[in-house]
């Protein structure tokens, strides 16, 4: 069976930073594109990032571009989100999600239980 | 950007009634070189994470049941549920592969009337 669990949400003032991960199991992790998606409380999705499977392309949604790194471990089966100079704005459920198909421009098909940021002054 | 807007932003539909669900892009999304539309459809249930449903526009993802289906092209698309169960409770959303970044519609609210 598929599992993708994130961890490493919680609470941090405005301007601190994170370190969100995800651990994955049931399939091949370094085949697949992988990609962080957010939601914030009781709003829509929003695609924060992606990685190629050998972690040499990485592509961000503009507002959290110089501020976030995306990054991954294939010995671990592991995708990494670093999160700096964080705002209110970022406060959301984070999720780990897998690209069906093998490019950037993808829906995804398996998703995690989600991690939650929660930013305050 | 391309933008991603879905109508109704909610809808109540009696059980066995079919629900249809529309998504608008703001350029199109089918891609000359393969004549695919690069769109998704997915299902969220309350605290749960978003599930596909829909990819390429009109193809099921495996496991889905088959009074999902999905038509359209370009830039409008519509997800149709035949005969409404009370399991499809939830939010859909639809999403635009096409370009960087991608981009989801604002949702759709469910409900049984």
């Known amino acids: 069976d598929v599992q993708v669990v994130e961890s490493g949400g919680g609470s941090v003032q405005t301007g601190g930073s994170l370190r969100l991960s995800c651990e994955v199991s049931g399939f091949s992790f370094s085949n697949f594109w992988m990609s962080w998606v957010r939601q914030a409380p009781g709003k829509g999705l929003e695609w924060v990032a992606n990685i190629k499977q050998d972690g040499s392309e990485k592509n961000y949604v503009d507002s959290v571009n110089g501020r976030f790194t995306i990054s991954r471990d294939n010995a671990r089966n592991s995708l990494y989100l670093q999160m700096n100079s964080l705002r209110a704005e970022d406060t959301a459920v984070y999720y780990c999600a897998r690209a069906i198909r093998d490019s950037q421009y993808s829906p995804f098909d398996y998703w995690g239980q989600g991690s939650l940021v929660t930013v305050s002054s | ?113």
């Open chain 2, 1 to 113: 950007d391309i933008v991603m807007t879905q109508s109704p932003d909610s809808l109540a539909v009696s059980l066995g009634e079919r629900a249809t669900i529309n998504c608008r892009s703001s350029q199109s999304l089918l891609y000359s070189s393969n004549n695919m539309n690069y769109f998704a459809w997915y299902q969220q249930k309350p605290g749960q994470p978003p599930k596909v449903l829909i990819h390429w526009a009109s193809t099921r993802e495996s496991g889905v049941p088959d009074r999902f289906s999905g038509s359209g092209s370009g830039t409008d698309f519509t997800l149709t549920i035949s005969s409404l169960q009370a399991e499809d409770v939830a939010v859909y959303y639809c999403q635009q592969y096409y370009s960087h970044p991608s981009t989801f519609g604002q949702g759709t609210r469910l409900e049984i009337k």
